[in-house]
């Protein structure tokens, strides 16, 4: 089994995509395609809409993520399930009078939610609750730390693209230092045979040890390159990250390189090949770009809502 | 065509008061009125909240609005739809980070949301945010600009005292400079024949040139005066709008002037007039005229919910 | 009938703890053991949240106090009525313009809710918004004043235990100056015969000389002491509350005390007795005390689900 797997409490809670092996990811992916289609049906789209009634989640976003939080609680309301919300739970009057988190999660576990999903600033808050929830809890991102609906979404689109997440060569740009997205993508792809990942970025935002550590121990190969032409020609899959220029010495740096992409900068991209990108993306990648076929960032967005259904529906179903 | 009418894009989105037909008025007070109805009987309210059941509505407010996003929140769920929402998205993540709102739509249209409904604080955004959208968009407010489910109940307000839209006095005071309902107001009496309009203001607050200008070309007769008295005499609506004071210089002018509406300023209004406000009210009108019988502001607020079930149902109706 | 009684409108609206006669708390006390068995079976609870299908709650909070919502929300969908939210309608455009509480309330009775649920940071403001309410108001919280839910799911926690509410050696600690929860529950005690109430606190926080006045004239016996270990022999209850530190001259007097509960401060405390706190709790127990089968506060914040269920349901009930 794969190093990643050591961790595998998938049945309760949902922390990190360290815990899925392949044949759960299958499991999920098909599950998730599945769900979008009945979605596309009225009349099953109706149906799903019944199957887990009288079931609640709760989100509890103790920083505001509107895009994740909208989606998670779309999915459940497709399948059924009630939904009680917080969008701000640092207001959340408990933790500002100095309540735990284990606290909080003692208290919530008594109202007899199906699944608490949690967003939190710090690395690290989610696994603390779901150390002492009796409720399963998914992650919903916490700080640096995982975020393992959007790794899911990310795989489950380059599979939706090429049916298959092996033989790849997928070039990451961006901020690969600090991203979380561009990490885990880099470690799903390491579950799969004969990727070639081709990391692109300035110095100061180059990919860390442990993830080329971790692809060597997997036997993924992989290159660090600035000559982005060559990095895409015969790429499959672009998966362009955000650059949080409040962080950066000099974030005009990415620019100059010219590793944001533009109609020009990606004629070397083959036309089979996707563009992807976690969202939001500010210049990384023009808008000029967004007509192109090749871009499937919205609708990777959009796989978000199915790949959660699948993971509530997962949780749901044990009850 | 009344001129107004140029930009008809109902069948897709709701964004101005001016895409709206007389007919397509019609349809959508009688089905409010249907709805207000239904409402009022246990079983067919019962009915009703299965009517769209498995469809859902997303509340995408910029700004909060409390009152604005409850009714079409009830409104919805009144039609059996889900609702998932956001009652402050300037504290949006995607929108802190730099995201424009169309990428924020093109997101959301991902979402599989059969409507998104958007208040915003810049006049515009919303308009702008339809003209990307594949989702039905409704303008739940936009700065200085629309909000035409506000127009439509007050209209529904008048029609359902009078049962008729034509052949009225209106008068109009408050904020006519700034206030977008008294404008919007103006513009949608124009629609219909015979309707005298009265305006009263201090200087500072006067309507403005376009709205003149409109009743101009719509044959809409109208005066502006200071005197209340003679205004308000044969009177069949009296539509009066709040003074954000922190705008004015002379914010006690408006009351000196004898504006502010009290039991004994509206000795001259006949019995079978009706008094309106858009609310929130500070002191244009005095809490002592609230059991006046002809004082249907509280009322003219609640109309709001099924003009909002109207618009909804002709939406979702479409999938 | 008792004192408290004066003011019985339950019948319309649940502001006060005041307002409940002994029959009333034991139908609602009966109503919530019911809630608790339909929730434990899958079928019941399914049945149970069609109960009220159509139906809406509005939760109006003015101050964030998310436990609180997040319970009233869970409650009203597990008995399948909607609910409309506001976290923090302190940012309430209308209150931010002035409007009244009562204006809130006059157009919020438009928009046909079963119950408007109201936290409010100002004591006295629920009632004012009962006072002009034709919809069922109920206080999820005012202020100082009154948290009638939490008051009642404290009463219940004990009957759950001990089967009766009466003949108890109950020992409350903490704020006793402050804390509304402490008092409420000597008020409710007080109704039943043969209570012994024991209070522990330091100097600045002792109980007030109303809820003494009040325990005189009912003819319950109570003592206030500062010897924690005879305090807790042959004690049933030990309420402990939570100590807002910044408020307190000296705030580490009550821990040199010994008044903060550890394994060990507890020693003289029977097996048979319960361990009950409000939550959130900071330093009051210590995290070593969760273990103790003693300890029921986390349940004691679960049965606030049941208790709100039984107030939702006998109102939504009336309609």
């Not at 799903?48 to 993520?65: N, R």
């Not at 109609?263 to 036309?271: A, D, E, G, N, T």
């Not at 000029?288 to 076929?293: N, S």
């Amino acid at each position: 089994m794969h190093e990643l797997l050591q961790n595998n409490d998938l049945d309760m809670h949902v922390i990190s995509i360290d815990q899925f092996s392949q044949a759960q990811l299958k499991q999920i992916f098909d599950q998730a395609d599945e769900f979008q289609k009945q979605l596309a049906n009225k009349d099953s789209r109706l149906k799903l809409s019944q199957k887990h009634a009288g079931k609640q989640v709760c989100t509890l976003f103790y920083e505001p993520s509107t895009r994740t939080r909208l989606s998670f609680e779309a999915a459940a309301q497709n399948l059924g399930m009630g939904v009680v919300s917080t969008e701000s739970a640092g207001q959340f009057s408990s933790a500002a009078k100095g309540e735990t988190i284990e606290d909080t999660m003692n208290v919530l576990n008594q109202y007899g939610f199906d699944a608490i999903i949690i967003r939190h600033s710090e690395t690290g808050a989610v696994k603390k609750a779901a150390n002492v929830s009796k409720t399963p809890v998914v992650n919903a991102g916490d700080g640096k730390g995982e975020h393992p609906t959007q790794a899911l979404l990310d795989a489950f689109t380059i599979r939706k693209e090429f049916e298959r997440l092996d033989n790849l060569k997928v070039v990451i740009g961006g901020d690969l230092a600090n991203g979380r997205t561009a990490k885990s993508l880099a470690k799903l792809l390491s579950l799969y045979p004969n990727n070639h990942l081709v990391f692109v970025s300035i110095a100061e935002l180059r990919i860390t040890q442990d993830i080329k550590d971790l692809l060597k121990r997997s036997g993924t190969s992989y290159e660090e390159t600035s000559d982005l032409d060559k990095a895409l020609t015969n790429a499959d899959v672009v998966y362009w990250t955000r650059l949080q220029k409040e962080r950066l010495a000099n974030p005009e740096d990415f620019d100059s390189a010219g590793f944001n992409l533009t109609k020009k900068s990606i004629q070397s991209l083959p036309k089979t090949a996707i563009i992807m990108h976690p969202l939001p993306r500010v210049d990384e990648i023009a808008v000029e770009i967004d007509d192109d076929p090749r871009a499937k960032y919205f609708q990777q967005a959009g796989n978000g809502l199915y790949i959660r259904m699948a993971l509530l529906d997962k949780i749901a179903s044990q009850n």
